[in-house]
């Protein structure tokens, strides 16, 4: 049986089209973005079919949580969703909204929600293979890219299983007033969380209309340092065990906590 495909159009094409220009990536970096051809990522550019299993990898690429115009979500160009988060959503972060503004209160409720579902695709995706199989094994992740290169192999199911927990605890603790991060891996999920919302606001610019810039600040200001990007996605880094920030230690409580201090970064 020939696999299903999205059937293509001009209206999609032309959305691809737009949003690869606008991330300024050529159809070459597009297209290993999604794990497909080029020749392929230029079919859809030309209204072309996209087969179910490309899907998913075609929307990292463009960082999309859907295809637009998806009959089983709603347009991804439509923003109504994001305006319409207030303090009744489950994520709902006034301690963000009076720190940061109401963008930085939005961004994180929907982005988070995004790297949640996202991460549960994964692990989906994950469960059809033999246990130990990691996300750089995948034909397509959300996150292949979006994790700290160097620990590629310890990306299994396990893993991004205490990550989505990792998210979970987050969105709570935000939800109640306790804008902290314990865990190498919660600044990790800050980290994606802190992605996924400027792509919405890059998305929806006219939800950010009289908002100070100072919203795109929240990250560092929680965290206190810019250490996880550093240590974790500086391309000449290699950690070693000793290191806080060593995948073995991310799991553990370092930091605003006063069960244990930070472990030497040498």
Not at 116 to 136: I, K, S, V, W
């Amino acid at each position: 049986m020939p696999p299903r495909t999205t059937p293509g159009n001009t209206a999609l094409a032309t959305a691809i089209r737009e949003r690869r220009v606008a991330l300024n990536l050529s159809i070459e970096e597009a297209a290993a973005k999604a794990g497909v051809g080029a020749k392929s990522w230029g079919r859809y550019e030309s209204a072309g079919a996209i087969r179910h299993d490309k899907v998913r990898g075609v929307c990292r690429a463009l960082g999309w949580s859907k295809l637009p115009g998806d009959e089983q979500g709603s347009d991804n160009t439509d923003d109504d969703w994001l305006r319409n988060i207030d303090h009744g959503h489950e994520a709902w972060s006034q301690a963000l909204s009076d720190l940061y503004g109401r963008a930085c209160a939005t961004t994180f409720a929907a982005g988070s929600g995004l790297i949640h579902d996202h991460l549960a695709d994964d692990l989906r995706a994950l469960a059809e293979h033999p246990r130990g199989t990691h996300l750089g094994q995948l034909a397509a992740s959300w996150f292949d890219g979006e994790l700290p290169p160097q620990f590629l192999p310890r990306y299994d199911y396990e893993f991004i299983y205490e990550l989505k927990a990792a998210v979970i605890r987050l969105r709570r603790r935000f939800a109640h007033g306790d804008l902290v991060a314990h865990t190498v891996l919660e600044e990790l999920a800050l980290y994606l969380i802190f992605g996924e919302a400027e792509l919405l606001a890059d998305m929806s610019p006219a939800l950010f209309d009289g908002e100070n810039d100072d919203w795109r600040e929240w990250l560092t200001g929680i965290l206190g340092d810019t250490d996880i990007e550093l240590l974790l996605f500086t391309p000449d880094w290699a950690l070693t065990p000793d290191f806080n920030y060593h995948f073995d230690h991310w799991n553990k409580k370092q930091f605003n906590t006063s069960e244990s201090g930070k472990i030497s970064t040498g």
